[in-house]
């Protein structure tokens, strides 16, 4: 706001340009200020005064929504000259209050350290699209901002996790759904048009905007909100070098969803929907005693062509009516393009792949075993462990072409022998089989998007099953009647010299996992010594102050079956068995150690800050755990 010294102006003008000018300015001054009051007389205030409101010093501290670069004052200016007094002195005041607040503002990120200058008020935004729990307040999602008159200083200097302290439920009900966004120019999409995607079927909340084509493609799909890169492909690596897994891309947000079963999402060719492999077989008596071959790839990277040659060259019929190597023409009465028809007509089948890839298993294996041929397969150097027990014939373990040949003929004129390949249809499926392919019964695109919610939200993710999962032990901080934590791991203090323990006291009585500023405290030995703890979700924050004159041990008895701690630096520790990771990280350098029963044992001398997160072990990923 400014002020016109009416007299001072009005004795300037009429001292040296006479009576007369000085009327003719005015007549001028009045016609403004009318158009002033016509264009800006109806202006409504409420929005301004609204967000002058919600940031009101005076006010209580509490949840606010508020996106910062929305805060942008009108041009006061111009404004005040068409208002009332008392206008006026309410924009001054609010100016004035709002200048103040600006200058009193501290931003601050939950994942990093606040810098806490002493008269500055503390904002806390959310960035992120669900809610976040802190503090005892709630942050809402996508730009919230929580306003403290003063810095909760226990809350600041226990400010652990990005997650929610009570994480959204596996189910994914009532939360955001994950929006993949498919780009096939090799390059991750632009997410930030929300219209193009459209629900997809899924039990976790999901919208996609893209085909689900993956044939001869490879898109990179992106997830909204986040940095992630997902490399999508059905075809093999040969072909699309960029598919081969990286086993350290998940370290820089890259994961994989394409044959290889060491992708995240893995997208094999097989789905029980589209084969049913084990239907009856070919009649031996009326098929044709020799081999088919169907390809239209003459230029192969696994060279089958020459095998394919080299078996021609044999005695055994192998018949082509395919583009490729192209020798007869289809059976009477078949149409070409039935490909399972075709093959229910002969007696094998050579299911040669045109690359050779660990787990690049296509159509032409399965294919031919929901026709009830017998495939020959040339391929995957791993299909083994992709088979149910004597299933195929694999043209590795022969030695030359001749000696492939010779054992097809072999079984062409026996028909108990042929007959024997094809006992497991007879049978129940094996379980191995049928637990590494039950996640197929679930749409890739669904699985992906299971996948972004357990990384998003902080859960486990099956990688066999391909479900989302609750970690091998529950992210709860809960106390005893006492006061003491009891999970996930016991707590008791020790006397360091006589090793019994010590009296503790708590304001409250109760058992609970729900810890708050009623239940956090514990005093020890007789209020020498105090305790505070701070749960996040899978982070415990111990804060221990107080006279340590006599020494005291901090005894911890955690999930962790072993006692084999290990030191990562000076302040920083892992206790580790084939599940689960405890992992210390210390504010100042104490004696720790691990008790013959797999217990945690830290000497405390002096205040300290202790935080321990405890997570599954990543048996996935290579080298991660």
């Known amino acids: 706001p400014f002020r016109i010294h009416k007299g001072r102006y009005r004795r300037r003008i009429k001292g040296k340009y006479g009576e007369s000018v000085f009327h003719s300015v005015i007549s001028v001054l009045a016609c403004i200020c009318a158009l002033f009051v016509i264009i800006y007389g109806t202006i409504n205030f409420t929005p301004y005064e609204n967000i002058i409101d919600s940031f009101n010093p005076a006010l209580d501290t509490s949840v606010r929504r508020a996106v910062m670069e929305d805060l942008k004052l009108p041009k006061l200016k111009k404004i005040f000259k068409a208002k009332t007094n008392e206008q006026r002195e309410d924009i001054k005041r ?21 810098d806490r200058k002493k008269g500055h008020r503390l904002l806390i935004r959310n960035v992120i699209p669900e ?36 994480p959204p439920s596996i189910s994914g009900k009532d939360m955001p759904p ?9 390059a991750a999409s632009d997410s930030s048009e929300e219209s193009k995607t459209v629900p997809f079927e899924c039990p976790i909340p999901c919208r996609t905007n893209g085909n689900g084509n993956l044939w001869n493609v490879m898109p990179i799909i992106s997830v909204k909100d986040t940095p992630w890169e997902i490399v999508a492909t059905m075809e093999g690596e040969q072909y699309f070098p960029e598919a081969k897994i990286d086993g350290e891309a998940y370290q820089h947000d890259r994961f994989y969803a394409t044959t290889s079963f060491r992708s995240e999402v893995p997208m094999p060719y097989f789905s029980w929907a589209e084969y049913k492999i084990n239907d009856v077989s070919v009649d031996y008596d009326t098929a044709i005693k020799g081999a088919l071959f169907l390809a239209n790839n003459c230029a192969s990277l696994s060279d089958r062509e020459s095998l394919v040659e080299a078996l021609m060259q044999t005695k055994l019929r192998v018949d082509s009516p395919s583009g490729c190597m192209h020798n007869v023409e289809p059976p009477t009465g078949i149409d070409q393009s039935n490909t399972t028809q075709i093959q229910r007509q002969y007696l094998f089948y050579l299911a040669f792949e045109n690359q050779r890839a660990d787990d690049y298993i296509t159509e032409k294996l399965w294919g031919s075993l929901r026709a009830g041929t017998l495939p020959v397969y040339f391929g995957a150097p791993n299909i083994r462990k992709h088979l149910p027990q004597k299933s195929a014939i694999f043209a590795d373990d022969f030695k030359s072409p001749q000696d492939l040949a010779d054992y097809l003929i072999r079984l062409s004129k026996s028909k108990d022998l042929y007959n024997s390949y094809h006992k497991w ?16 019964k679930t749409h890739s695109t669904c699985r992906i998007c299971k996948f972004s919610y357990a990384l998003r939200h902080g859960f486990a993710f099956d990688y066999i099953s391909q479900e989302i999962r609750g970690p091998h032990v529950p992210h709860l901080t809960c106390r005893n009647k006492i006061g003491l934590v009891s999970h996930p791991f016991k707590e008791y203090w020790l006397s360091l010299s006589s090793g019994r323990p010590l009296k503790v006291e708590s304001s409250m009585h109760d058992k609970t996992c729900s810890i708050d500023e009623t239940n956090r405290a514990l005093k020890i030995d007789h209020n020498m010594v105090t305790r505070s703890i701070y749960d996040q979700d899978g982070v415990t924050d111990f804060d221990i102050d107080g006279n340590f004159q006599k020494g005291y041990m901090l005894k911890l008895e955690t999930p962790i079956s072993g006692s084999n701690l290990t030191q990562i630096d000076s302040n920083q520790y892992w206790l580790q068995d084939s599940t689960s990771r405890l992992t210390i990280l210390l504010s100042e350098r104490i004696d720790t150690s691990v008790s013959e029963d797999g217990a945690l044992e830290l000497v405390i001398h002096l205040p300290l800050r202790l935080r321990i997160i405890l997570e599954d072990v990543d048996h996935f990923h290579e080298g991660a755990w």
């Open 94 to 114: 609010s100016r004035a209050e709002f200048k103040h607040l600006i200058g009193k503002l501290q931003p601050c990120r939950l994942d990093r350290d606040c």
């Open 131 to 166: 809610n976040r729990h802190w503090c005892g307040k709630t942050i809402q999602g996508n730009g919230g901002v929580l306003i403290f008159d003063e810095y909760p200083e226990a809350c600041l200097r226990n400010a652990s996790y990005l997650f929610s302290s009570r």
């Open 425 to 440: 249809r007879e049978e129940k499926l094996e379980e191995t089989f049928v637990k590494k392919y039950e996640f197929t």
């Open 178 to 186: 994950i929006e993949l966004y498919w780009d096939y120019s090799g």
